[in-house]
């Protein structure tokens, strides 16, 4: 069985408080992204897990994909080792979810090859045992989050009128060290409101808490968003902690922007 993890992007992102667990509640919006990974399990076989395409750092053991067997195998003894493969594809450490989305994806495979009849509530709390910004993978559509990321509302926007574009200059943000750099606040008018003005107010309204410290360290990052913005953006941002910038612009109209080679571009048009 093979499936396709894709990616999400935050539309804002505020940081409210620091909880007593050591998290952090926030508010932010969701909106997935055809950019994915590709994951296959093939079973009978032993447990073991390869990955070819971008390298994943850490131990292979590590894996999201494998943490999500184990997490189901704890409460299903009779699920057998599979064999798994994880092609990488979405840029890691970029605030695009990709690892959240490999969990939240190898969880509903196992869910669906071995008729586990897991609801959805209880895949979502599985997810979120994974990793905050996995519960939304589940359901994989547009929703306003708060709590740790796991608490989702759907939401009506649909960005297909626009064309929206991905950079990622390749720096690896640690979402543990972006969450420390932060002081939280709760703003002035919430997410859930400002999401509803028109995109073309969005921005002087939605901002995302993790760019003031993340540009400082990486100052090239704020560059990519004032190239957007000069290249007819409507609106850029930083995407979770980063460091992939996302730019929505006027449907087809993206092209002709020169980028360094080293970077990895890509257009939803
Ligand atoms: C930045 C975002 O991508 C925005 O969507 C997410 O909040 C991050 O979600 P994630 O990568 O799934 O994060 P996790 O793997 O759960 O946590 C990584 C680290 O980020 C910090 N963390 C994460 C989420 C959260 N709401 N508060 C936090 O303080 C914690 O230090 C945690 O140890
Ligand atoms: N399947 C996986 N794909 C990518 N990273 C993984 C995976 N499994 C574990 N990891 C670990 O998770 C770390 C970052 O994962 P991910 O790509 O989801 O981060 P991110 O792009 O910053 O996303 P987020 O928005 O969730 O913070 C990697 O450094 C890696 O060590």
């Known amino acids: 069985m093979i499936v396709f993890p894709n990616c999400k992007i935050n539309l804002g992102l505020n940081i409210l408080q620091r909880r007593a667990d050591g998290f952090h509640d926030l508010e932010t919006v969701f909106y997935p992204l055809p950019v994915t990974d590709a994951l296959e399990v093939l079973s009978p076989g032993q447990l073991q ?10 131990n292979a ?49 196992l869910n669906n090859k071995f008729r586990l009849e897991l ?13 905050s910004d996995c519960a939304f993978f589940i359901q994989n559509r547009t929703a306003y989050a708060t709590g740790r990321g796991e608490i989702l509302e759907p939401l009506e926007l649909n960005l297909a009128a626009y064309s929206i574009l991905l950079v990622h200059p390749g720096i690896h943000v640690n979402t543990g060290w972006a969450f420390g750099q932060i002081t939280p606040r709760v703003p002035a008018l919430s997410l859930r409101d400002s999401i509803q003005h028109p995109l073309e107010a969005w921005k002087d309204l939605i901002h995302n808490d993790f760019e003031a410290p993340v540009f400082q360290a990486h100052p090239i990052l704020k560059q990519i968003k004032e190239k957007m913005y000069n290249a007819g953006a409507l609106y850029a941002t930083m995407s979770g902690s980063g460091s992939a910038m996302v730019g929505i612009f006027p449907k087809n109209n993206i092209a002709g922007i020169l980028w360094d080679t080293g970077y990895r571009v890509f257009e939803i048009i």
């Not at 897990?49 to 850490?58: A, E, Q, W, Y």
């Not at 609801?119 to 990793?131: D, F, K, M, P, V």
């Open 49 to 58: 897990f390869n990955s070819t395409g971008i390298p994943v750092p850490g």
């Open 61 to 109: 053991a590590d894996n999201l994909c494998l943490k999500a067997w184990h997490l189901l195998k704890a409460d299903f003894p009779e699920l057998p080792p599979v064999n798994i493969h994880l092609h990488k594809h979405i840029p890691i450490g970029a605030g695009l979810g990709g690892g959240s989305a490999d969990a939240a994806f190898m969880l509903q495979l």
């Open 119 to 131: 609801s959805t509530a209880q895949l979502i709390a599985y997810a979120a045992q994974l990793g």
